[in-house]
């Protein structure tokens, strides 16, 4: 029985790294403006509220409520929309590596640890949501979740001010 278990999961796993790898090559082929178009609203100021909040504590640092953090976030669906955006950006900032090669490779690199962050954040609200534990927890989640984000976009941004100021104005006003 363990063993159908373990060979479950082992196919389970490959069949979603394949997914993903299919996934990303397929962004890869996309133009520019293909890739701008693919990226979903989010709330960009809440969060950023949030992440700012998580990443640069205070005194007294329970500012923010769980409703709150859930309404700044744009809640269930702001949360699958920051996690499907994640690799778009990744798939952009892969398109820096034209004419930013280092750069680009790094960037690219350190928000692969920030998506990885959010996957694992967004997860484990699903989870918890799904099997109703988690309420406790779920609030540090969402602020990892948004933490990840804000990154993401901040690395990216900065990339593009840096490496490709021309494309920098179209990439800020879709984000």
């Not at 790898?21 to 403006?33: D, E, F, M, P």
């Not at 640069?56 to 500012?63: A, C, F």
């Not at 809640?75 to 798939?91: C, F, H, I, S, Y």
């Not at 690219?108 to 534990?133: C, P, Q, S, V, W």
């Amino acid at each position: 029985m363990s063993l159908l278990i373990l060979v479950i999961a082992s196919l389970t796993l490959a069949g979603m790294l394949i997914h993903a790898h299919v996934k990303q090559r397929r962004l890869a082929s996309l133009s520019w403006t293909d890739l701008l178009s693919r990226l979903r609203p989010v709330p960009t100021d809440g969060i950023s509220t949030v992440a700012l909040e998580y990443l640069h504590p205070t005194k007294g640092q329970l500012g923010l409520e769980t409703d709150d953090l859930w309404h700044l976030v744009g809640g269930v669906d702001g949360l699958a929309q920051m996690r499907e955006n994640a690799t778009t950006l990744l798939a952009i900032a892969g398109y820096a590596q034209q004419w930013n090669f280092q750069e680009s490779v790094i960037v690219a690199e350190r928000m692969r640890h920030d998506a990885l962050t959010l996957r694992k954040a967004t997860f484990k609200i699903a989870l918890g949501i799904f099997l109703n534990y988690g309420s406790a927890r779920g609030p540090f989640y969402v602020q990892e979740a948004a933490s990840a984000y804000y990154l993401m976009r901040a690395r990216l941004l900065a990339l593009y001010e840096t490496s490709h100021a021309g494309r920098y104005p179209a990439l800020s006003a879709a984000l």
